[in-house]
């Protein structure tokens, strides 16, 4: 190698590629690896090994590996570069979400189908074309990778990443890099590339109540023995004030970025009903990407059709609350906990279940690493800087790497666009979009090897 490769030839190099990477995601695509499904895990052995072929084809010394036997499967490999570049780690997940409905999908999940610019299939983004973008910045560089790259492609990030700590303190020497690029992320919008520099966190508690020992006739006991429906409403209603503020005390919110999200962009992207109202105050970036929101995702209640005239002896629901940058779990499962117990109204029994945690990151960008990224991002967009953008949902496992490897860059890059819908039905990859990001990576590691 006798110098950094130059964008014209790296835009040659990724012409070539392309329908090679476009069929190995319709192969992808077509491993029903979803992690979520016993019945499918032999599915997420199989993606497993199509990943380490891949990467095996460009180079790197792979292995699939697990946290023990039974867990499930890892890839992780290096490439070598120049003695004394910098390493960098390239990360991506082979497992997908479970497809839901058949009949929600226009076409087959399971097979990669284009329509009006877009590749659609379960996986086709989240993250299957993480994996190809990291495949394809190895093709494109080829015998001129400026730096070296290490590799780990996880197996169970739908699943909670219940492993993965163990996975990084077995490997942690093979692992350890300057640079760690997540591609499990988005962009700002077709065109508008970005970089997310913070996700919310996730606590999740199943709340009952109970008011009776056990069921009773409406018409003998209503009015005088607390319904256990309305006793659990009336709880979920005491976490929002009127304008659908959220009033748990004691939790952390602060700013959102500079950002610009248009009224009618919301209104598409959301999906909201026409006519309904935004909840809560103040600028819907904070909202979305800053500030705490929590939600009612489940409910234990009899069914409308063939209710009896009973009242129940007692009522559940699953909460989920989004935590803030700059919260911790112990925190807002602390102030969750104490509000519950505060407002349970009438005096019915309360019991609280942890179904689990991941903590919010808010992450450092600036440095090299970054100057690298913003003029990668800015050359491949064609003279469109990246936005530094939040994401309401959440990577609970990006604390892992920020813990295991604290003294490295973290970039959280992605193929997602406002209409991917991943884990919905008509999960879609946007082509022109997904080309730029390839280009982005093979630019961003020749950079930091310069």
Not at 320 to 344: I, W
Request: negative net charge; contains cysteine; aromatic residues 4%.
């Amino acid at each position: 190698m006798t110098g950094p490769v130059p964008t014209t030839d790296l835009r040659t190099r990724l012409a070539e590629i392309l329908p090679g990477v476009r069929s190995d995601l319709e192969a992808l695509v077509r491993i029903q690896s979803v992690s979520a499904d016993p019945d499918r895990l032999d599915q997420v052995e199989v993606s497993a090994q199509a990943t380490a072929d891949l990467f095996a084809a460009e180079g790197v010394d792979v292995r699939i590996v697990r946290a023990y036997d039974g867990a499930p499967p890892a890839v992780i490999g290096e490439k070598k570069g120049p003695e004394g570049a910098p390493t960098v780690l390239l990360y991506a997940h082979h497992d997908v979400q479970p497809e839901g409905e058949h009949a929600d999908w226009e076409t087959d999940p399971w097979q990669l189908t284009e329509r009006n610019g877009r590749l659609y299939g379960r996986g086709a983004a989240d993250d299957k074309a993480g994996i190809l973008t990291h495949v394809a910045a190895l093709r494109m560089l080829g015998d001129d990778l400026p730096v070296t790259v290490r590799l780990f492609i996880e197996g169970e990030e739908e699943v909670a990443s219940a492993t993965l700590p163990q996975l990084l303190e077995q490997y942690v020497e093979e692992l350890r890099s300057d640079v760690i690029v997540i591609a499990d992320s988005g962009n700002w919008d077709i065109g508008v590339p970005a970089l997310t520099t913070s996700l919310r966190g996730l606590v999740r508690v199943n709340v009952e109540v109970r008011t009776l020992t056990h069921a009773v006739h409406q018409g003998m006991w209503g009015g005088l023995v607390p319904d256990a429906l309305i006793t659990l409403s009336r709880l979920i209603a005491s976490l929002h004030d009127d304008e659908g503020n959220l009033v748990v005390a004691g939790l952390h919110r602060g700013p959102a970025a500079d950002v610009e999200y248009p009224e009618e962009r919301l209104r598409a992207e959301s999906g909201v009903a026409e006519g309904v109202q935004w909840v809560g105050s103040g600028p819907a970036v904070e909202r979305l990407w800053t500030q705490p929101a929590l939600s009612v995702i489940g409910l234990d209640a009899p069914k409308v059709d063939g209710s009896s005239n009973t009242l129940i002896p007692s009522a559940r629901a699953r909460l989920a609350l989004r935590t803030a940058p700059g919260e911790t779990s112990e925190n807002a499962l602390a102030c969750l906990r104490a509000h519950l117990e505060k407002h349970v109204p009438w005096g019915a029994q309360l019991a609280i279940e942890v179904v689990d945690t991941g903590e919010p990151i808010a992450l450092e960008v600036t440095g090299p690493a970054y100057d690298a990224a913003r003029a990668a991002f800015t050359e491949a967009w064609d003279g469109t800087a990246p936005v530094d953008m939040g994401v309401g949902g959440s990577i609970p496992f990006i604390a892992e790497f920020l813990e295991s490897f604290p003294q490295a860059s973290v970039l959280v890059t992605g193929v997602e666009d406002p209409d991917t819908r991943a884990h919905g039905p008509n999960e879609g990859l946007h082509l022109a979009e997904f080309e730029r990001v390839l280009l982005a990576e093979a630019l961003l590691l020749r950079n930091l090897g310069a």
